[in-house]
């Protein structure tokens, strides 16, 4: 089946401007998480959506980023004022709700990335 | 989150088994090993986890020390596509934030 898709897939734009980066989820999936990947780093937890609870925004770096999921599927991340910091890979995973132990392994599934570059 | 160490790189041979090693003696009792890979230009991809039983799927198995203070991950026949960087990480339950380290890059070569 289909898996999580992102785009674009890369992004180059200049400093100060705003980005939206989207994120689809693979269809079903109650969890989404936005993650980036800098440059030789590891990976940074930003965001976290379940269902219909309030997101756990406690990866957020400043507030210039801002996430969103609209009707509990797709997500758009926004990044406002770039800066050149800023630029990494932009990850997104979904996770389906698991039954039992719920939510236990949140078996994560990524997408393919958004490479940004600020310029 | 306890920390686990990897070794920075290693190579294989394609065909062969490859042992990836971590160590993660500051584990507790309620957390997993996890191992995820990252080939180039992709997001990461779950491949396997486990408490303290070894665990196998059909991408790997992963061997868990008895005092759980290291675990293995096998890939039993390594292809030219398993390339990349794979992670160690320990986790609690509930916990949905992932957080990688430098993980091993794994090389396999024809």
């Known amino acids: 089946g289909a898996g999580v898709s992102q785009s674009p897939s890369n992004k180059v734009t200049e400093k100060g401007k705003d980005v939206e980066l989207r994120c689809d989820p693979i269809?079903?999936?109650?969890?989404l998480y936005w993650y980036r990947q800098s440059l030789g780093q590891g990976l940074e937890f930003l965001i976290y959506?379940?269902?219909?609870?309030?997101?756990?925004k406690s990866g957020l770096p400043s507030d210039r980023f801002s996430a969103e999921r609209t009707g509990g599927s797709v997500s758009t991340l926004t990044i406002q004022r770039t800066q050149q910091e800023d630029s990494a890979v932009y990850l997104c995973?979904?996770?389906?709700?698991?039954?039992?132990?719920?939510?236990?392994?949140?078996?994560?599934?990524f997408g393919p990335g958004t490479r940004l570059t600020v310029t | 989150d306890a920390k686990t160490t990897q070794p920075p790189s290693m190579d294989c041979a394609e065909g062969r088994a490859a042992n990836l090693p971590c160590n993660h003696s500051?584990?507790?009792?309620?957390?997993?090993v996890y191992w995820y890979r990252q080939i180039h230009s992709q997001g990461p991809q779950y491949i396997i986890h486990?408490?303290?039983n070894n665990e196998t799927n059909e991408m790997a198995s992963l061997i868990i020390t008895e005092d759980r203070k290291s675990s293995t991950l096998i890939l039993p026949h390594a292809t030219l596509r398993d390339t990349a960087v794979y992670y160690c990480i320990v986790r609690r339950p509930n916990d949905y934030k992932l957080s990688f380290g430098a993980g091993t890059t794994v090389t396999v070569r024809a």
């Open positions: 959506f379940q269902g219909n609870s309030a997101p756990d």
């Open positions: 500051t584990i507790s009792g309620n957390e997993y």
């Open positions: 269809s079903g999936h109650t969890a």
């Open positions: 486990g408490l303290k």
């Open positions: 995973a979904s996770s389906p709700l698991l039954s039992g132990l719920a939510g236990l392994h949140y078996e994560q599934y």
